[in-house]
Protein backbone atom coordinates (compact mmCIF):
# COMPACT_ATOMS: atom_id res chain seq x y z
CA UNK A 1 0.00 0.00 0.00
CA UNK A 2 1.58 3.44 -1.34
CA UNK A 3 2.13 5.31 1.81
CA UNK A 4 3.89 8.91 2.30
CA UNK A 5 6.35 8.95 4.84
CA UNK A 6 6.24 12.09 6.35
CA UNK A 7 5.59 13.23 9.86
CA UNK A 8 7.43 13.08 13.35
CA UNK A 9 6.54 11.51 16.99
CA UNK A 10 7.08 11.97 19.71
CA UNK A 11 7.04 9.38 22.46
CA UNK A 12 6.87 10.89 26.05
CA UNK A 13 8.32 8.00 27.77
CA UNK A 14 6.54 7.16 31.04
CA UNK A 15 9.30 6.81 33.54
CA UNK A 16 8.90 9.77 35.85
CA UNK A 17 11.18 12.34 34.25
CA UNK A 18 7.95 14.19 32.45
CA UNK A 19 9.04 16.69 29.82
CA UNK A 20 12.79 15.71 30.45
CA UNK A 21 12.30 12.47 29.86
CA UNK A 22 10.56 13.16 25.97
CA UNK A 23 12.72 11.78 23.22
CA UNK A 24 11.76 12.63 19.18
CA UNK A 25 11.43 9.74 17.15
CA UNK A 26 11.14 10.58 13.35
CA UNK A 27 8.49 8.09 12.34
CA UNK A 28 9.01 7.08 8.44
CA UNK A 29 5.56 5.55 8.02
CA UNK A 30 2.72 6.65 10.48
CA UNK A 31 0.84 2.90 9.84
CA UNK A 32 3.43 0.84 10.79
CA UNK A 33 5.58 2.69 12.75
CA UNK A 34 5.75 1.27 16.58
CA UNK A 35 3.67 3.95 17.82
CA UNK A 36 3.66 2.23 21.27
CA UNK A 37 6.01 -0.14 23.48
CA UNK A 38 3.78 -3.49 22.11
CA UNK A 39 4.90 -2.29 18.55
CA UNK A 40 1.59 -1.78 17.27
CA UNK A 41 0.56 0.19 14.35
CA UNK A 42 -2.07 2.55 14.65
CA UNK A 43 -4.60 0.84 12.67
CA UNK A 44 -3.65 -2.56 15.19
CA UNK A 45 -4.02 -0.49 18.50
CA UNK A 46 -6.97 1.16 17.38
CA UNK A 47 -8.80 -1.95 16.51
CA UNK A 48 -7.77 -3.99 19.31
CA UNK A 49 -9.08 -0.58 21.01
CA UNK A 50 -12.84 -0.80 19.09
CA UNK A 51 -12.83 -4.12 19.78
CA UNK A 52 -12.05 -4.31 22.80
CA UNK A 53 -14.70 -1.29 23.65
CA UNK A 54 -17.89 -2.71 21.45
CA UNK A 55 -19.80 -4.93 23.89
CA UNK A 56 -18.51 -3.26 27.41
CA UNK A 57 -18.75 0.44 26.18
CA UNK A 58 -20.18 1.05 22.37
CA UNK A 59 -23.40 -1.34 22.51
CA UNK A 60 -24.65 -0.30 26.37
CA UNK A 61 -24.79 3.96 25.15
CA UNK A 62 -26.41 3.18 22.02
CA UNK A 63 -28.68 1.22 24.15
CA UNK A 64 -29.27 3.99 26.57
CA UNK A 65 -30.06 6.86 24.05
CA UNK A 66 -31.59 5.09 20.98
CA UNK A 67 -35.21 6.03 20.23
CA UNK A 68 -37.84 5.09 17.03
CA UNK A 69 -36.58 7.09 13.90
CA UNK A 70 -39.90 8.04 13.48
CA UNK A 71 -40.36 10.16 16.72
CA UNK A 72 -36.33 10.89 16.20
CA UNK A 73 -37.78 13.06 12.26
CA UNK A 74 -40.63 14.35 14.52
CA UNK A 75 -38.99 15.79 17.05
CA UNK A 76 -36.57 16.62 14.33
CA UNK A 77 -38.42 18.76 12.51
CA UNK A 78 -40.36 20.18 15.23
CA UNK A 79 -36.93 21.72 17.09
CA UNK A 80 -33.27 20.28 15.32
CA UNK A 81 -31.16 21.66 18.39
CA UNK A 82 -33.94 20.11 21.22
CA UNK A 83 -33.61 17.16 19.53
CA UNK A 84 -30.40 17.39 19.76
CA UNK A 85 -30.08 18.38 23.55
CA UNK A 86 -32.82 15.79 24.17
CA UNK A 87 -31.38 12.44 22.41
CA UNK A 88 -28.11 13.55 20.74
CA UNK A 89 -24.60 12.46 20.96
CA UNK A 90 -21.67 14.63 19.96
CA UNK A 91 -18.31 15.54 20.96
CA UNK A 92 -17.75 18.89 22.82
CA UNK A 93 -18.33 22.26 21.19
CA UNK A 94 -21.13 23.70 19.39
CA UNK A 95 -19.72 23.38 15.85
CA UNK A 96 -20.11 19.55 16.58
CA UNK A 97 -23.21 17.95 14.21
CA UNK A 98 -25.52 15.67 16.54
CA UNK A 99 -25.37 11.83 16.29
CA UNK A 100 -28.31 10.40 16.93
CA UNK A 101 -28.97 6.33 18.02
CA UNK A 102 -32.18 5.27 16.34
CA UNK A 103 -34.41 2.15 15.95
CA UNK A 104 -36.81 0.92 13.53
CA UNK A 105 -37.81 -1.00 10.41
CA UNK A 106 -39.08 -0.28 6.69
CA UNK A 107 -38.50 -1.99 3.03
CA UNK A 108 -35.97 -2.26 0.76
CA UNK A 109 -36.30 -0.10 -2.42
CA UNK A 110 -33.17 -0.27 -3.62
CA UNK A 111 -29.30 -0.39 -3.32
CA UNK A 112 -25.99 -0.76 -4.31
CA UNK A 113 -24.74 -4.16 -3.09
CA UNK A 114 -21.97 -4.30 -5.55
CA UNK A 115 -19.68 -1.85 -4.24
CA UNK A 116 -16.99 -1.38 -1.47
CA UNK A 117 -19.43 1.11 -0.14
CA UNK A 118 -22.37 -1.23 0.10
CA UNK A 119 -25.49 0.40 0.99
CA UNK A 120 -29.40 0.25 1.02
CA UNK A 121 -31.99 2.44 0.22
CA UNK A 122 -34.89 1.82 2.65
CA UNK A 123 -38.26 3.25 2.80
CA UNK A 124 -39.14 3.88 6.84
CA UNK A 125 -42.46 6.42 6.46
CA UNK A 126 -44.83 3.63 3.79
CA UNK A 127 -44.41 6.14 0.78
CA UNK A 128 -42.51 3.82 -1.46
CA UNK A 129 -39.40 5.74 -1.41
CA UNK A 130 -36.31 5.39 0.10
CA UNK A 131 -36.19 7.97 2.83
CA UNK A 132 -33.04 6.26 4.40
CA UNK A 133 -29.63 5.21 3.73
CA UNK A 134 -28.38 2.08 5.31
CA UNK A 135 -24.23 1.90 4.97
CA UNK A 136 -23.70 -2.28 4.82
CA UNK A 137 -19.60 -1.38 4.06
CA UNK A 138 -17.10 -2.35 4.08
CA UNK A 139 -15.88 0.97 3.04
CA UNK A 140 -18.19 2.66 5.28
CA UNK A 141 -18.29 6.64 5.62
CA UNK A 142 -17.98 8.77 8.55
CA UNK A 143 -17.71 9.06 11.95
CA UNK A 144 -20.74 8.45 13.66
CA UNK A 145 -20.19 5.64 15.83
CA UNK A 146 -16.58 7.29 17.30
CA UNK A 147 -18.28 10.38 17.98
CA UNK A 148 -21.44 9.40 19.30
CA UNK A 149 -19.25 8.17 22.28
CA UNK A 150 -19.06 9.91 25.18
CA UNK A 151 -16.19 8.34 26.43
CA UNK A 152 -14.07 9.16 23.39
CA UNK A 153 -11.85 12.12 23.66
CA UNK A 154 -9.93 13.71 21.28
CA UNK A 155 -7.21 15.10 23.71
CA UNK A 156 -6.85 11.51 24.68
CA UNK A 157 -5.50 10.37 21.29
CA UNK A 158 -2.17 11.03 19.90
CA UNK A 159 -3.18 12.78 16.34
CA UNK A 160 -6.21 13.26 14.00
CA UNK A 161 -4.81 10.17 12.10
CA UNK A 162 -4.60 7.93 15.29
CA UNK A 163 -8.53 9.37 15.54
CA UNK A 164 -9.48 8.62 12.33
CA UNK A 165 -8.40 5.09 12.12
CA UNK A 166 -10.16 4.64 15.89
CA UNK A 167 -13.04 6.06 13.77
CA UNK A 168 -12.24 3.45 10.97
CA UNK A 169 -12.25 0.80 13.73
CA UNK A 170 -15.64 1.07 15.03
CA UNK A 171 -16.92 1.20 11.90
CA UNK A 172 -14.78 -2.12 10.55
CA UNK A 173 -16.63 -3.28 14.15
CA UNK A 174 -20.08 -2.31 12.79
CA UNK A 175 -19.81 -3.60 9.30
CA UNK A 176 -18.52 -7.33 10.72
CA UNK A 177 -21.60 -7.65 12.47
CA UNK A 178 -23.72 -6.90 9.58
CA UNK A 179 -25.70 -9.15 7.39
CA UNK A 180 -25.99 -8.72 3.77
CA UNK A 181 -28.80 -9.16 1.90
CA UNK A 182 -29.34 -12.33 -0.23
CA UNK A 183 -31.18 -12.74 -3.75
CA UNK A 184 -33.30 -9.73 -4.78
CA UNK A 185 -33.02 -7.20 -2.47
CA UNK A 186 -36.20 -4.75 -3.67
CA UNK A 187 -38.97 -4.94 -1.37
CA UNK A 188 -37.52 -7.08 1.51
CA UNK A 189 -38.56 -6.21 5.12
CA UNK A 190 -35.69 -4.88 7.20
CA UNK A 191 -35.59 -4.32 10.82
CA UNK A 192 -32.51 -1.88 12.08
CA UNK A 193 -30.58 -0.34 14.68
CA UNK A 194 -27.83 2.41 14.23
CA UNK A 195 -26.23 5.57 14.47
CA UNK A 196 -26.07 8.72 12.13
CA UNK A 197 -24.78 11.86 11.61
CA UNK A 198 -27.45 15.01 11.20
CA UNK A 199 -26.23 16.61 8.30
CA UNK A 200 -27.81 19.38 6.80
CA UNK A 201 -31.12 20.25 6.11
CA UNK A 202 -33.13 17.58 3.58
CA UNK A 203 -29.77 15.13 3.45
CA UNK A 204 -30.70 11.52 3.15
CA UNK A 205 -29.30 9.73 6.82
CA UNK A 206 -26.82 7.40 6.18
CA UNK A 207 -27.44 4.97 8.89
CA UNK A 208 -24.18 3.13 10.46
CA UNK A 209 -26.09 -0.10 11.39
CA UNK A 210 -24.92 -1.94 14.88
CA UNK A 211 -27.91 -4.59 14.27
CA UNK A 212 -29.32 -5.54 10.97
CA UNK A 213 -32.20 -8.19 10.29
CA UNK A 214 -34.06 -9.28 7.12
CA UNK A 215 -37.37 -10.37 6.19
CA UNK A 216 -40.60 -11.01 8.94
CA UNK B 1 -5.81 49.52 10.97
CA UNK B 2 -3.99 45.92 10.68
CA UNK B 3 -1.57 47.80 8.64
CA UNK B 4 -0.16 49.61 9.91
CA UNK B 5 -0.24 47.89 13.01
CA UNK B 6 2.00 45.30 11.48
CA UNK B 7 4.10 47.86 10.25
CA UNK B 8 4.85 49.08 13.87
CA UNK B 9 5.29 45.53 15.06
CA UNK B 10 7.65 44.74 12.84
CA UNK B 11 9.93 47.47 13.17
CA UNK B 12 9.80 46.94 16.87
CA UNK B 13 10.01 43.29 16.60
CA UNK B 14 13.49 42.92 18.95
CA UNK B 15 11.54 46.06 21.28
CA UNK B 16 12.66 46.16 24.69
CA UNK B 17 9.93 44.37 27.19
CA UNK B 18 10.44 47.71 29.04
CA UNK B 19 9.41 49.68 25.76
CA UNK B 20 6.39 47.35 24.95
CA UNK B 21 5.68 47.26 28.27
CA UNK B 22 4.99 51.32 28.67
CA UNK B 23 3.07 50.93 24.75
CA UNK B 24 0.88 47.77 26.48
CA UNK B 25 0.03 50.10 29.64
CA UNK B 26 -1.26 53.09 27.09
CA UNK B 27 -3.91 50.99 25.56
CA UNK B 28 -7.27 51.13 27.22
CA UNK B 29 -8.44 47.94 25.64
CA UNK B 30 -7.27 44.50 26.24
CA UNK B 31 -5.03 43.21 23.87
CA UNK B 32 -5.77 39.91 21.63
CA UNK B 33 -2.85 38.29 19.75
CA UNK B 34 -3.35 36.92 15.91
CA UNK B 35 -0.52 34.96 14.61
CA UNK B 36 -0.55 33.37 11.23
CA UNK B 37 1.31 31.86 8.29
CA UNK B 38 1.58 34.90 5.67
CA UNK B 39 -1.39 36.67 4.55
CA UNK B 40 0.00 36.21 0.63
CA UNK B 41 -1.83 32.48 1.19
CA UNK B 42 -5.34 33.53 1.03
CA UNK B 43 -6.33 30.83 3.33
CA UNK B 44 -4.44 32.48 6.05
CA UNK B 45 -5.53 35.93 5.34
CA UNK B 46 -9.42 34.33 6.61
CA UNK B 47 -8.25 32.97 9.44
CA UNK B 48 -6.71 36.04 10.38
CA UNK B 49 -9.64 38.24 9.42
CA UNK B 50 -11.83 36.04 11.33
CA UNK B 51 -10.44 36.11 14.14
CA UNK B 52 -9.72 39.96 14.38
CA UNK B 53 -13.22 40.55 13.65
CA UNK B 54 -14.63 38.68 16.27
CA UNK B 55 -12.33 40.29 18.64
CA UNK B 56 -12.93 43.52 17.71
CA UNK B 57 -16.82 42.62 18.27
CA UNK B 58 -16.10 41.29 21.75
CA UNK B 59 -14.01 44.48 22.73
CA UNK B 60 -10.66 43.63 22.19
CA UNK B 61 -7.72 45.24 20.26
CA UNK B 62 -5.61 43.59 17.83
CA UNK B 63 -2.10 42.67 17.01
CA UNK B 64 -1.73 41.05 13.87
CA UNK B 65 1.44 39.13 13.27
CA UNK B 66 2.68 36.69 10.72
CA UNK B 67 5.41 33.86 11.06
CA UNK B 68 6.01 32.86 7.35
CA UNK B 69 5.98 29.09 9.00
CA UNK B 70 9.39 29.89 10.19
CA UNK B 71 9.31 28.35 13.27
CA UNK B 72 12.64 30.79 14.19
CA UNK B 73 9.75 34.23 13.11
CA UNK B 74 7.27 32.39 15.20
CA UNK B 75 9.10 32.23 18.17
CA UNK B 76 10.05 36.29 17.81
CA UNK B 77 6.45 37.26 17.05
CA UNK B 78 4.90 35.14 20.37
CA UNK B 79 8.01 37.56 22.50
CA UNK B 80 6.39 40.42 20.98
CA UNK B 81 2.98 39.57 21.94
CA UNK B 82 4.31 38.67 25.19
CA UNK B 83 6.76 41.86 25.53
CA UNK B 84 3.11 43.71 24.38
CA UNK B 85 1.02 42.48 27.16
CA UNK B 86 -1.21 40.34 25.01
CA UNK B 87 -3.82 39.13 26.93
CA UNK B 88 -4.33 35.72 24.39
CA UNK B 89 -2.68 34.64 21.62
CA UNK B 90 -4.76 32.81 18.38
CA UNK B 91 -2.14 30.90 16.59
CA UNK B 92 -1.81 28.92 13.66
CA UNK B 93 1.30 27.11 14.54
CA UNK B 94 4.60 26.66 12.55
CA UNK B 95 5.08 23.13 13.53
CA UNK B 96 3.67 20.60 15.66
CA UNK B 97 7.20 20.23 17.28
CA UNK B 98 8.93 23.27 17.05
CA UNK B 99 5.97 25.24 18.65
CA UNK B 100 5.83 23.51 21.64
CA UNK B 101 8.63 25.20 23.12
CA UNK B 102 7.33 29.21 22.32
CA UNK B 103 3.59 28.37 23.12
CA UNK B 104 4.97 27.05 26.56
CA UNK B 105 7.22 30.47 27.11
CA UNK B 106 3.95 32.98 26.65
CA UNK B 107 1.95 30.09 28.81
CA UNK B 108 4.84 30.14 31.43
CA UNK B 109 4.87 34.30 31.12
CA UNK B 110 0.37 34.35 32.08
CA UNK B 111 -0.52 34.60 28.31
CA UNK B 112 -2.73 31.55 27.26
CA UNK B 113 -2.23 30.53 23.77
CA UNK B 114 -4.95 29.20 21.98
CA UNK B 115 -4.55 27.42 18.02
CA UNK B 116 -6.65 27.06 15.00
CA UNK B 117 -6.01 25.11 12.31
CA UNK B 118 -2.75 22.92 13.31
CA UNK B 119 -2.19 20.61 16.13
CA UNK B 120 1.21 21.11 18.59
CA UNK B 121 2.82 17.56 19.86
CA UNK B 122 1.79 18.06 23.63
CA UNK B 123 -1.11 18.73 25.15
CA UNK B 124 -1.61 20.83 28.00
CA UNK B 125 0.35 23.72 27.36
CA UNK B 126 -2.35 25.32 24.95
CA UNK B 127 -6.03 25.81 26.29
CA UNK B 128 -7.53 25.11 23.53
CA UNK B 129 -6.54 23.09 19.75
CA UNK B 130 -9.18 23.64 17.65
CA UNK B 131 -7.75 21.41 14.59
CA UNK B 132 -9.10 21.18 11.16
CA UNK B 133 -9.87 17.33 10.65
CA UNK B 134 -7.68 17.06 7.51
CA UNK B 135 -7.69 13.79 7.49
CA UNK B 136 -11.60 13.78 7.76
CA UNK B 137 -11.40 15.77 4.99
CA UNK B 138 -9.32 13.88 3.00
CA UNK B 139 -11.30 10.67 3.39
CA UNK B 140 -14.21 13.19 2.37
CA UNK B 141 -12.46 14.37 -1.06
CA UNK B 142 -11.14 10.79 -1.67
CA UNK B 143 -14.95 8.94 -1.41
CA UNK B 144 -15.98 11.89 -3.72
CA UNK B 145 -12.95 10.88 -6.20
CA UNK B 146 -13.94 7.24 -5.97
CA UNK B 147 -17.59 7.87 -6.68
CA UNK B 148 -16.61 9.87 -9.90
CA UNK B 149 -14.12 7.66 -11.64
CA UNK B 150 -17.09 4.89 -10.77
CA UNK B 151 -14.35 3.02 -8.21
CA UNK B 152 -11.89 1.91 -11.20
CA UNK B 153 -8.93 3.35 -13.08
CA UNK B 154 -5.38 4.73 -13.28
CA UNK B 155 -4.93 8.60 -11.56
CA UNK B 156 -2.18 10.49 -10.20
CA UNK B 157 -1.85 11.48 -6.74
CA UNK B 158 -0.26 15.32 -5.87
CA UNK B 159 1.50 15.86 -2.82
CA UNK B 160 2.41 18.64 -0.54
CA UNK B 161 5.64 19.64 1.07
CA UNK B 162 7.11 17.24 2.89
CA UNK B 163 7.66 19.21 5.64
CA UNK B 164 4.43 20.53 6.08
CA UNK B 165 1.98 17.84 8.44
CA UNK B 166 -0.99 18.29 6.54
CA UNK B 167 1.07 16.99 3.51
CA UNK B 168 1.23 13.56 5.13
CA UNK B 169 -2.12 13.50 6.63
CA UNK B 170 -4.03 14.44 3.51
CA UNK B 171 -2.49 12.14 1.80
CA UNK B 172 -3.21 9.19 4.69
CA UNK B 173 -6.85 10.29 4.43
CA UNK B 174 -7.14 9.75 1.00
CA UNK B 175 -5.59 6.81 0.44
CA UNK B 176 -7.63 5.38 3.72
CA UNK B 177 -10.38 5.23 1.42
CA UNK B 178 -9.18 4.96 -2.76
CA UNK B 179 -6.90 1.77 -1.02
CA UNK B 180 -9.51 -0.05 -0.45
CA UNK B 181 -10.50 -0.16 -4.44
CA UNK B 182 -8.28 -2.81 -6.09
CA UNK B 183 -9.48 -1.17 -9.48
CA UNK B 184 -7.96 2.05 -9.05
CA UNK B 185 -4.86 1.76 -9.33
CA UNK B 186 -2.03 4.99 -9.08
CA UNK B 187 0.46 5.25 -11.43
CA UNK B 188 2.45 8.18 -10.58
CA UNK B 189 2.80 10.00 -6.55
CA UNK B 190 5.02 12.78 -7.20
CA UNK B 191 5.17 16.36 -4.48
CA UNK B 192 4.50 19.56 -6.10
CA UNK B 193 5.19 21.25 -3.12
CA UNK B 194 1.54 22.95 -2.83
CA UNK B 195 2.81 25.58 -5.59
CA UNK B 196 0.86 25.50 -9.05
CA UNK B 197 3.37 25.88 -11.23
CA UNK B 198 5.43 23.39 -10.16
CA UNK B 199 2.36 21.41 -10.65
CA UNK B 200 1.65 22.65 -13.81
CA UNK B 201 5.17 21.33 -14.78
CA UNK B 202 4.77 17.97 -13.21
CA UNK B 203 1.29 17.13 -14.81
CA UNK B 204 2.84 17.72 -18.44
CA UNK B 205 5.63 15.25 -17.66
CA UNK B 206 3.40 12.56 -15.89
CA UNK B 207 0.89 13.08 -19.07
CA UNK B 208 2.99 12.02 -21.09
CA UNK B 209 4.68 8.78 -19.43
CA UNK B 210 1.00 7.97 -18.30
CA UNK B 211 -1.75 9.52 -21.17
CA UNK B 212 -4.05 6.72 -19.52
CA UNK B 213 -4.60 8.46 -16.81
CA UNK B 214 -8.49 8.89 -15.47
CA UNK B 215 -8.07 11.45 -12.73
CA UNK B 216 -5.43 13.38 -10.22
CA UNK B 217 -6.01 13.74 -6.59
CA UNK B 218 -4.32 16.75 -5.41
CA UNK B 219 -3.49 18.03 -1.66
CA UNK B 220 -4.61 21.11 -2.38
CA UNK B 221 -6.03 23.49 -4.42
CA UNK B 222 -3.33 25.16 -6.43
CA UNK B 223 -1.90 21.90 -6.88
CA UNK B 224 -5.16 21.29 -8.44
CA UNK B 225 -5.27 24.77 -10.42
CA UNK B 226 -1.92 23.67 -11.21
CA UNK B 227 -2.76 20.40 -12.95
CA UNK B 228 -5.80 21.49 -14.37
CA UNK B 229 -4.62 24.03 -16.71
CA UNK B 230 -1.58 21.35 -17.71
CA UNK B 231 -4.55 18.87 -18.24
CA UNK B 232 -6.71 21.83 -20.24
CA UNK B 233 -3.37 22.62 -22.47
CA UNK B 234 -3.14 18.82 -23.36
CA UNK B 235 -6.49 18.67 -24.21
CA UNK B 236 -7.58 16.57 -21.31
CA UNK B 237 -10.45 17.82 -19.72
CA UNK B 238 -11.82 14.03 -19.50
CA UNK B 239 -9.65 13.71 -16.33
CA UNK B 240 -11.13 14.03 -13.14
CA UNK B 241 -9.51 16.52 -10.87
CA UNK B 242 -10.07 16.83 -6.75
CA UNK B 243 -8.57 19.29 -5.15
CA UNK B 244 -8.29 20.06 -1.15
CA UNK B 245 -9.03 23.85 0.64
CA UNK B 246 -11.79 25.00 -0.81
CA UNK B 247 -10.15 28.19 -2.60
CA UNK B 248 -12.63 30.63 -4.76
CA UNK B 249 -9.99 29.56 -7.41
CA UNK B 250 -11.19 25.55 -7.34
CA UNK B 251 -14.65 26.76 -6.40
CA UNK B 252 -14.71 28.94 -10.26
CA UNK B 253 -13.26 26.13 -11.63
CA UNK B 254 -16.07 23.79 -10.59
CA UNK B 255 -18.89 26.33 -11.56
CA UNK B 256 -17.11 26.24 -15.12
CA UNK B 257 -16.95 22.21 -14.72
CA UNK B 258 -13.47 22.46 -14.92
CA UNK B 259 -11.99 20.91 -11.65
CA UNK B 260 -14.82 18.35 -10.12
CA UNK B 261 -14.24 18.88 -6.21
CA UNK B 262 -12.25 20.22 -3.46
CA UNK B 263 -12.55 19.97 0.65
CA UNK B 264 -12.96 23.10 2.45
CA UNK B 265 -11.62 24.28 5.47
CA UNK B 266 -13.74 26.52 7.74
CA UNK B 267 -10.78 28.57 8.41
CA UNK B 268 -13.23 32.01 8.95
CA UNK B 269 -15.56 29.90 11.62
CA UNK B 270 -13.00 28.06 12.83
CA UNK B 271 -10.51 31.51 14.08
CA UNK B 272 -13.83 32.95 15.16
CA UNK B 273 -14.70 30.07 17.56
CA UNK B 274 -11.04 30.63 18.68
CA UNK B 275 -11.10 34.18 19.80
CA UNK B 276 -14.67 33.38 21.35
CA UNK B 277 -13.30 30.10 23.61
CA UNK B 278 -10.09 33.24 24.68
CA UNK B 279 -13.18 35.90 25.55
CA UNK B 280 -14.44 33.02 27.48
CA UNK B 281 -11.53 32.23 29.20
CA UNK B 282 -10.04 35.06 30.36
CA UNK B 283 -13.32 36.29 31.63
CA UNK B 284 -13.94 32.75 33.58
CA UNK B 285 -10.66 30.81 33.70
CA UNK B 286 -12.05 27.60 31.29
CA UNK B 287 -13.35 27.51 27.89
CA UNK B 288 -15.32 24.72 29.72
CA UNK B 289 -14.29 22.59 26.53
CA UNK B 290 -11.71 19.79 25.92
CA UNK B 291 -8.33 20.95 24.84
CA UNK B 292 -8.08 19.55 21.95
CA UNK B 293 -11.08 20.19 19.18
CA UNK B 294 -11.50 18.76 15.80
CA UNK B 295 -13.30 20.78 13.24
CA UNK B 296 -14.87 18.62 10.12
CA UNK B 297 -14.52 19.61 7.07
CA UNK B 298 -17.16 20.10 4.15
CA UNK B 299 -17.24 18.74 0.35
CA UNK B 300 -17.57 21.55 -2.12
CA UNK B 301 -19.05 20.29 -5.28
CA UNK B 302 -21.08 21.73 -8.52
CA UNK B 303 -24.23 21.33 -5.35
CA UNK B 304 -22.76 24.12 -3.32
CA UNK B 305 -20.25 25.68 -4.36
CA UNK B 306 -21.74 28.80 -5.18
CA UNK B 307 -22.33 29.19 -1.65
CA UNK B 308 -18.65 29.21 -0.99
CA UNK B 309 -17.01 32.95 -0.37
CA UNK B 310 -13.02 33.12 1.32
CA UNK B 311 -13.30 29.60 3.07
CA UNK B 312 -16.81 30.40 4.15
CA UNK B 313 -19.97 28.60 3.30
CA UNK B 314 -23.06 30.56 3.18
CA UNK B 315 -26.24 29.14 5.29
Redesign the interface.
Known amino acids: ?10 FCLALGLGLAGCK ?1 VPDPD ?2 EAGATAAGQSDDERMQAYAADAWEPRVLPVIAGKRLPLRDLRQQLAADPSAAGAAHGLR ?3 D ?3 WNFAVTGEGVITGGKTD ?3 AKLEVDTDGDGKGDLTIQLG ?2 I ?1 G ?1 AIRDAMPFV ?3 DFR ?3 E ?2 KLA ?1 AFNAEAHKRTPFPEGDIIGQQVQFEGVFTLQGKGEKIELVPTALSYGG | MTFTRRAFVSTLAIATALSAAGIAAAQDKPLIAIITPSHDNPFFKAEADGAAKRAVELGYDTLILVHDDDPNKQSQVIDTAIARGAKAIIIDNAGADASVAPVKRAKDAGVPSFLIDREISESGIAVAQIVSNNYQGAQLGAEKFVELMGEAGNYVELLGKESDTNAGVRSSGYHDIIDQYPDLKMVAQQSANWSQTEAYAKMETILQANPDIKGVISGNDTMAMGAWAALEAAGRTDVIVVGFDGSNDVRDSILKGGIKATVLQPAYNQAQIAVEQADQFLKTGSTGLDEKQLMDCVLIDESNAAKLETFALAD
Do not use: E, L
Open positions: MPRSAFGVSVIPNPQGSNPSRAPVRTVFTDQIFAN
